[in-house]
């Protein structure tokens, strides 16, 4: 069979097996196992990239399902990336809130609404106790609340994040989008100014050459007159 065949068949069997370990992972999309997201980290272990252990939401209970599918040895969790931390859920300050948004930009699933200098809420439910929106804050007006049992809708926060990823994705593209065409648009008016820089630099030059020339005549004239 051919090459193509086989790295074809391969990917799949790769994608199948990132499903399966990306099945496992809590989806709260974090970001402490060092990948953006848990469908990344689940491709990196399906690739051999990444280790088992990297997941603190996951706790050691989700090292043990990883190990049990993939058929590998338990390992404990790697302190490096975090340690598991009790149940919370996000909570705003909704008087302290100024409204800057960087919240929004931040919550992987988008479970927080709101608007430019509006007041931001948080949609409670759909909250994975990511904690990425705290950082952010310039007020400080978000904080983690406990609760029982972290209860939020997996399949929902998975495609959440693929979405909040490809809309962010689109947003870089365009900004780098427009600013190449602005610097295109620059280009003309940034030629044309070095070029009459340049034009206004040789006539200045030549001027001063023929100020030094009118300058030399009258002596050799005089000196001429002292020699008769």
Known sequence: MSAFFWNRLRQNRQNSLADRIDGILPQTQCGQCSFPG???YAEAIAEGRADINQCPPGGQQGVVRLAH??????????PSHGVPK???KAKIDELTCIGCTLCIKACPVDAIIGAAKQMHT???QECTGCELCLAPCP???ISMYPVETLIYDRDLARRRHL????RFQKIEAEKRQRMESRQEKSLPDQKTA?????KT??????TRQSQLECRTEPDEANGKKIKS
């Open 38 to 40: 848990c469908r990344p």
């Open 86 to 88: 009790p149940p919370a």
């Open 194 to 198: 070095h070029a009459d820089l340049i």
């Open 163 to 166: 979405a909040h990823s490809l």
């Open 201 to 206: 630099a040789i006539e200045r030059a030549k």
């Open 69 to 78: 599918l993939l058929q590998r040895k338990v390992k404990p969790l790697d």
């Open 139 to 141: 007020v400080d007006c």
């Open 122 to 124: 948080i949609i409670s």
